[in-house]
């Protein structure tokens, strides 16, 4: 396999992962975590103040100890000396000589303990400090964040964009299509059997063919009792079963009494 080929691989994988790393990862989370680490180092920042100033303690025991037999020793040196004893005084001064060496070392190393120690306590005040803003901000910004996320899916949920509301909306859809097909089915059967084109199975709604020709007559009659009553109108006459009914009329009077002269 060509280094070409590997290369593109890399690089698909390393998209791939870092999309999904982008899905899975929580801000609120990635901040807490941030938040965690910075007390972590805090407390190691306080440690290392406390370890300074453990043996800065311990060296300043050792120099009042040094301090204090280097005083012994002079005193004895001056007790020797009005003694008369100057051999013992010169000893005794020789050993506060060789203690007066041994403090100034241990001062020095004390001012550079002392130092470190107020480096150290004035970073971590300051760390401290940091720690404090960022946990500000970090709470901030969740609220701030979930916030957003609350209505982002409200408003996902209104406009159906949603995973759940989309469900939601595919099932309505589906009910409703359902619903108007049934509603057609039902409509098309129900005109298929009122023109017989479908026969009832039940037998209920079935017309012999006597029935269906006598209804048929009837409906023609009305329509031609409608036609002539249409014609009369637009012709400003009187339709021709009056004329019919006048005629009959006519004929139907009785005629004059017949009257007898005698002469």
């Known amino acids: ?81 009005s003694l008369g004893r100057e051999d013992l005084a010169r000893e005794a001064l020789s050993r506060k000589a060789n203690l007066q060496a041994q403090i100034t070392d241990l001062e020095t190393q004390y001012q550079a303990l002392q130092g470190e120690e107020e ?34 899916r409200i408003a996902e949920s209104f406009s159906g964009i949603s995973e759940e509301m ?18 057609a089915r039902a409509g098309a059967i129900d005109e298929l059997l009122a023109s017989g084109a479908l026969d009832d199975a039940s037998g209920l709604g079935r017309k012999d063919d006597i029935e269906a020709e006598l209804e048929r007559v009837a409906g023609g009659n009305d329509v031609e ?21 006048i005629e009959q009329g006519k004929n139907d009077t009785p005629p004059p009494p017949t009257i007898n002269y005698q002469k």
């Not at 990635?30 to 407390?43: C, N, R």
């Not at 309505?172 to 049934?182: G, L, N, S, V």
């Not at 009792?225 to 004329?243: F, N, Y």
Request: proline share 2%; glycine share 6%; no cysteine.
């Open 1 to 81: 396999m060509s280094d070409g080929i590997m290369k593109r691989m890399g690089l698909i994988f390393r998209s791939k992962a870092n999309k999904a790393l982008d899905r899975a990862e929580d801000p609120r989370e990635t901040l807490d975590y941030s938040y965690q680490k910075q007390l972590e180092l805090l407390q190691k920042v306080r440690r290392g103040v406390a370890d300074v100033a453990t043996s800065r303690k311990r060296l300043e025991l050792q120099l009042t100890q040094l301090q204090q037999q280097s005083a012994k020793y002079e005193d004895q040196g001056r007790k020797a000396l």
């Open 119 to 152: 480096k150290l306590t004035l970073a971590s005040q300051r760390l401290q400090a940091k720690v404090d803003a960022f946990r500000t901000k970090k709470e901030t910004i969740k609220a701030t964040y979930t916030a957003a996320q609350a209505q982002t």
């Open 166 to 183: 989309g469900d939601v909306g595919l099932a309505i859809q589906r009910a409703e299509d359902k619903t108007a097909q049934m509603q």
């Open 225 to 245: 009792l409608e036609l002539a009553r249409m014609k009369a109108e637009l012709t400003g006459g009187t339709p021709a079963s009056q004329p019919q009914a």
